[in-house]
């Protein structure tokens, strides 16, 4: 995608400030860039499906929550269980259920697609919000254990932002890749026609069925993450309005581009806090926003800023 | 026997409402290929209308007519400047652009009335109760049952009788051929989500009464009424029925004996009807 002489500088600059920002950014911003960061793997999950294999999913914080709950039931009671599995867990479990509910997925596309992964979201938060025993119902899941990761304690924001930012570039860097290799490129036949696709002889439900996995397993891995930085999960990880957030992001960021779901997530994260700060209808704005955005600049902010270079 | 009668017709009126929300949903969706999400809001503005009209006219009758006409005429308002513009950049975007609208509508109707659930009376004709075999039944769930059924007639009449029932049957099957053949499209797609939002209204207008006015009922519509369309099949008027009458049943039945898991139900026979035949029960177009 183009540009070399224009990405390298912006590259550098950018993980210059990705690093310095603990030292520079207040704590209530850190906490903030750290939850932005987060969020922006799980929209890449989520772009990746819809931009690499023509899927929308409309029941993405299925494999985000379900992320987020196997990692916190496994530290609280597995004795011992380090950060990394923990998180591995998480991204593990989500990553087998993208596995299994995929086998039923990739029969369907277009709207049918969307429809079942919504059926499924609501079946497993439904699931989740009354098998109240492991889950913990309304009241959600907190005081679980925050295991130091190589002797630094991740109770520090600081620290916990590093090995975040670490754990969601290599998440993104293998994304990325994905797109790279021969198995992105038959998913991105499989997104422009399906039917030739098939007919030239790839494996189209094959393909499918990996790429629902590994978007699984990412947003599984972004969830545990996202447990361990509220300290505290309840079924909003796993319900429609999540489901909706991922959307909004990676939409408001565009969908077409790789950085997309991070300047996506990061303007949701912002607008968010800033509008709620001021007016508890903010929703209404946000609303307005993602309309405004989708009649005038489908392409998310990301298309216009390029439109105009 | 007596409370399955009663549960039984119970889960009927809930049923028959959910088929009004649900047949316009899926009346739109066959026509124009977008699930429309601000559906279930166009169903909650029948509500609040409703309300309105009630404080202001003190008629319920009176808002049972205008409301859904002032909604519906919104819905063509949000068909002719929001659907039309994204139309050329395909069905995601017409998919999220009714997404934006779901929240503005919503949180709209939470900042005009407020977020605590307001009252709406059951009209005085029918706020008595019926006696059926040997225990009491309210009459206003069997005035929603008849109804309904008064607007599946008109439904059927429309489709199947008249001259845009059949330009609107044919663009289902086949959208271009019709345009090509001289229809002006666009204008039967505006008509269409005209009368799809209209249907909303008319529901939420005689669901006021029923299971009261607050700003939570879109949402909560929304997921039973895609479980309908789902299940009974995009596009199909007859799998919008027979689904409403199933999960009608399952949600009376479902907290009668299983409370607990009566939610997950709906969920699961969703994801089965999509699993085994993924256009539902009586869905063509895949």
Excluded at chain 1, 259 to 270: H, T
Excluded at chain 2, 93 to 100: A, K
Excluded at chain 2, 184 to 190: A, D, E, G, Y
Excluded at chain 2, 219 to 247: K, N, Q
Aim: hydrophobic share 55%; charged share 10%.
């Amino acid at each position: 995608m183009g540009n070399k002489k224009f990405y390298l500088p912006m590259a550098i600059a950018g993980s210059v400030l990705a690093i310095l920002f603990p030292y520079i950014l207040p704590k209530f911003q850190l906490r903030m860039v750290t939850e932005i960061i987060i969020m922006a793997l799980f929209a890449m999950t989520w772009k990746m499906m819809l931009n690499e294999g023509g899927l929308f999913s409309f029941g993405h914080a299925l494999y985000f929550g379900l992320g987020a709950y196997a990692s916190v039931l496994g530290w609280l009671h597995i004795k011992g269980l380090s950060f990394m599995s923990g998180i591995l867990l998480g991204g593990l479990v989500a990553g087998l259920l993208g596995l299994i509910l995929g086998a039923f997925l990739v029969r369907l596309s277009g709207t049918y697609f969307a429809l079942l992964t919504l059926a499924f979201n609501q079946l497993i938060w439904a699931i989740v919000w009354k098998w109240r025993d492991v889950t913990g119902g309304d009241d959600g899941l907190g005081k679980f254990p925050k295991p130091d990761l190589l002797g630094l304690s991740m109770k520090d924001p600081a620290n916990f932002y590093y090995v975040s930012l670490m754990i969601i570039g290599i998440g993104l860097f293998i994304c990325w890749y994905f797109t790279q290799t021969p198995l992105g490129n038959v998913c991105a036949s499989i997104k422009s026609n399906e039917e030739r696709a098939k007919f030239i002889g790839f494996n189209v439900n094959a393909s499918k069925l990996i790429l629902l996995t590994v978007a699984g397993f990412f947003s599984g891995i972004s969830g545990a993450l996202y447990a361990q930085f509220q300290e505290f999960i309840a079924t909003s990880t796993i319900d429609l309005g999540m489901s909706t957030n991922v959307l909004f992001m990676a939409f408001i960021g565009g969908i077409g581009y790789f950085w997309g779901p991070l300047i996506g997530s990061g303007i949701f994260v912002y607008l968010s806090e800033y509008l709620s700060s001021f007016t508890a209808r903010w929703e209404f704005f946000f609303g307005l926003v993602f309309i405004i955005i989708v009649l005038f600049a489908p392409q998310g902010i990301l298309g216009i800023v390029k439109k105009k270079k | 026997m007596e409370t399955f009668v009663i549960q039984f017709l119970h889960g009927l009126a809930y049923g028959m409402l959910l088929f009004l929300v649900s047949s316009g949903l899926t009346l739109v969706f066959g026509m124009m290929s977008v699930l429309n999400i601000a559906h279930a809001s166009f169903y909650m503005l029948g509500a609040y209308f409703s309300y309105q009209m009630l404080k202001m006219v003190g008629n319920f009758w009176v808002g049972l007519i205008v409301c859904p006409i002032i909604v519906g005429f919104l819905g063509i308002l949000m068909e002719r400047f929001l659907l039309r513009r994204v139309h050329a950049g395909g069905h995601v975007q017409e998919f999220v652009i009714t997404f934006g609208l779901l929240f503005v509508i919503n949180e709209s109707v939470k900042w005009i009335w407020g977020t605590e659930p307001l009252p709406v009376p059951i009209p005085s004709a029918l706020s008595g109760s019926v006696m059926i075999v040997g225990s009491v039944y309210p009459a206003y769930r069997l005035f929603i049952l008849f109804f309904s059924l008064g607007v599946l007639a008109l439904m059927a009449y429309i489709l199947l009788k008249t001259r845009l029932g059949i330009t609107v049957r044919a663009a289902v099957s086949d959208r271009d051929m019709v345009s090509a053949l001289g229809t002006n499209t666009p204008f039967v797609f505006m008509l269409v989500m005209g009368i799809g939002t209209w249907l909303a209204g008319l529901a939420g207008v005689i669901a006021g009464p029923f299971i009261s006015t607050y700003p939570g009922m879109a949402l909560e519509i929304l997921v039973d009424c895609f479980v309908v369309t789902v299940t009974g099949g995009l596009g199909s008027l007859l799998g919008a029925i027979v689904a409403s009458f199933l999960i009608g049943q399952l949600s009376s039945f479902g907290i009668l004996f299983i409370p607990r898991f009566a939610i997950v139900f709906a969920f699961l026979l969703m994801a089965v009807v999509l699993i085994i035949k993924p256009t539902g029960l009586f869905g063509e177009k895949a």
